[in-house]
């Protein structure tokens, strides 16, 4: 059973770009979470989707990021305009249904932003 | 609101000697707590989980660590290190009750095991 993949693995970005970021949770599992991590920092919650359904976004910024969980397909995490304090370790878990506050959430290997 | 804080930043010990990485956290509701470690470049694993029952919760590689609602703390703990448990530490809350999924990080504990 494959884990939690996120492509790409390294992104270098320009200011003013946009960032794509991608993650295919485990098989079975419809929830997802991102997180930042920003250099000598602890983990920041973004966004947690389920399929279709943005359930909570309390932690995105309010401006230039999105995300998105398709019925078909990944999860994509999109950064418009990026600036350099985009720069961070983004990284993607992904729970099963059905568990509610107690399931466990598996990380991927995270994307990390360098933006120039 | 919630919050995590790990006390120590660093942690530098001997090989095969006992550590103690420190959490609190603070919440005025039910939580579950967990501990995830992070390998360089790598993402986190999970070493361990509090639910619910017996406070003290045994992990994977010989870690463990006991839950104290009293003084609102989940320390990780290990009888004997070895080198390869060098990575960084976090300790995470998650609400008990409603429908966020989100975890609360601390802001991770670097253990630094020496031969």
């Known amino acids: 059973n494959a884990g939690v993949m996120q492509n790409p693995r390294h992104l270098v970005r320009r200011r003013g770009q946009e960032a794509r970021l991608r993650c295919s949770p485990m098989k079975g599992h419809s929830h997802v979470y991102w997180y930042r991590q920003l250099p000598e920092e602890g983990l920041k919650f973004m966004v947690y989707l389920q399929k279709e359904n943005i359930i909570d976004e309390s932690g995105m910024p309010k401006e230039r990021f999105s995300a998105e969980f398709p019925k078909e397909g990944p999860s994509i995490l999109r950064i418009q305009q990026v600036v350099r304090g985009d720069s961070a370790a983004y990284f993607c878990?992904?729970?099963?249904?059905?568990?509610?506050?107690?399931?466990?959430?598996?990380f991927g290997p995270g994307t990390r932003l360098l933006v120039l | 609101a919630q919050s995590v804080t790990q006390l120590d930043s660093q942690v530098p010990v001997f090989e095969e000697a006992p550590v103690e990485l420190r959490c609190n956290y603070s919440?005025?509701?039910?939580?579950?707590l967990f501990w995830y470690v992070q390998y360089p470049n790598q993402g986190l694993q999970l070493l361990l989980k509090?639910?619910?029952?017996?406070?003290l919760v045994k992990g994977i590689n010989g870690f463990e660590a006991e839950f104290n609602k009293s003084q609102t703390s989940f320390h990780l703990r290990k009888p004997s290190v070895h080198i390869s448990d060098t990575a960084e530490y976090f300790c995470a809350v998650r609400h008990g009750s409603g429908n966020t999924g989100k975890l609360i990080f601390g802001q991770g504990t670097t253990l630094q095991v020496k031969p």
């Open positions: 919440s005025s509701v039910s939580v579950y």
């Open positions: 509090y639910l619910s029952g017996s406070t």
């Open positions: 878990a992904s729970s099963p249904p059905g568990q509610g506050a107690q399931g466990t959430q598996y």
